[in-house]
Nanobody
Framework: VQLQASGGGLVQAGGSLRLSCAASGRTGNYVMGWFRQAPGKEREFVAHITVSGFSTRYADSVKGRFIISRDNAKNTMYLQMNSLKPEDTAVYYC???????????WGQGTLVTVSS
């Protein structure tokens, strides 16, 4: 499956953005996740959502502020980001994997910049 992330931009601290990840194929059999990479840092896990959408997991740094969701009928995953902080500034990537496997499909990334 091919993935394309969108929705990034420049926002002030405390603001919100909604990222989308559109898939070229059916996503109903894949775990979907968001990752991010800040300048000079390694890529890190942000959140994931199971095939059914009933179970999610978040990095401690975004818990309570970000919400991951998916619409399998639209082959799209979302990341609602609220109460954004300057340290959330990064390129955000979406990815997919089969349950129990490694993430092996990645989107091109979308830049989120949070100004203080």
């Amino acid at each position: 499956v091919q993935l394309q992330a969108s929705g990034g931009g420049l926002v002030q601290a405390g603001g919100s953005l909604r990222l989308s990840c559109a898939a070229s194929g059916r996503t109903g059999n894949y775990v979907m996740g968001w990752f991010r990479q800040a300048p000079g840092k390694e890529r890190e896990f942000v959140a994931h959502i199971t095939v059914s959408g009933f179970s999610t997991r978040y990095a401690d740094s975004v818990k309570g502020r970000f919400i991951i969701s998916r619409d399998n009928a639209k082959n799209t995953m979302y990341l609602q980001m609220n109460s954004l902080k300057p340290e959330d500034t990064a390129v955000y990537y979406c990815a997919s994997r089969v349950p129990g496997g490694n993430y092996d499909s990645w989107g091109q990334g979308t830049l989120v910049t949070v100004s203080s």
